[in-house]
């Protein structure tokens, strides 16, 4: 883990994923930080193709070939060897909604 709660995974030499975990000194791309509310990942992501894991976890997932977010269907569809082509955000909140984890990667890592 480096500096202000960055975690950072590699394969083959390349970052596979980037874990937020704690304070707000680093964001998403679209400013989404540790201790923020869950309603600021709703104005920020939007609801249309969040996916509800639990009621502590929501992820977005983004598909590098065709350019397009999906739904929960996509979980069942993604096959191992192509799961690089797919990227998500999952947001973990804590008991009062405040976002205390984000991971931001493939999902090969996700399937792993």
Do not use: C
């Not at 969040?50 to 397009?68: F, G, P, Q």
């Not at 191992?80 to 973990?92: F, G, L, R």
């Amino acid at each position: 883990m480096y500096d202000f709660g960055v975690e950072v995974w590699y394969r083959d030499e390349t970052v596979s994923q980037i874990t937020l975990r704690e304070g707000n000194v680093y964001s998403s791309a679209r400013g989404l930080k540790v201790g923020d509310l869950k309603n600021i990942v709703s104005e920020q992501y939007g609801d249309k193709y969040l996916v509800k894991l639990s009621d502590e976890i929501i992820d977005y997932v983004y598909d590098t070939v065709n350019k397009t977010y999906f739904g929960d269907a996509i979980y069942e569809s993604i096959e191992p060897e192509d799961a690089q082509n797919y990227y998500s955000i999952t947001v973990a909140f804590d008991d009062s909604d405040y976002v205390k984890q984000i991971h931001i990667g493939d999902m090969l890592v996700s399937m792993r």
